[in-house]
């Protein structure tokens, strides 16, 4: 069930996470287990998902997303 529906895309940070990803060379189960040692609970293929902008990101989920890759919530929001 999709919540919420943008333009045909769940989210809008997808692709800049994996942009963010492929520069610090980290595999998407390097960042899962980086986003599980921060309690949010994330598989390699949820990762897989929201860089294909398949899933909803939450607003928790961001702003771990942003701690993690060393970078501001709005430099996730922003292409």
Known sequence: MKIYDYEGKANIVGKRIYELRKQQKLSQE?????MQLNNIEISQKVISRIEKQER????????VFSQVLGVSIYDLLTP
Not at 30 to 34: I, Q, S, T
């Open 56 to 63: 909803f990101v939450t607003d928790y989920e961001l702003l």
């Open 30 to 34: 390097d960042l899962a287990a980086k």
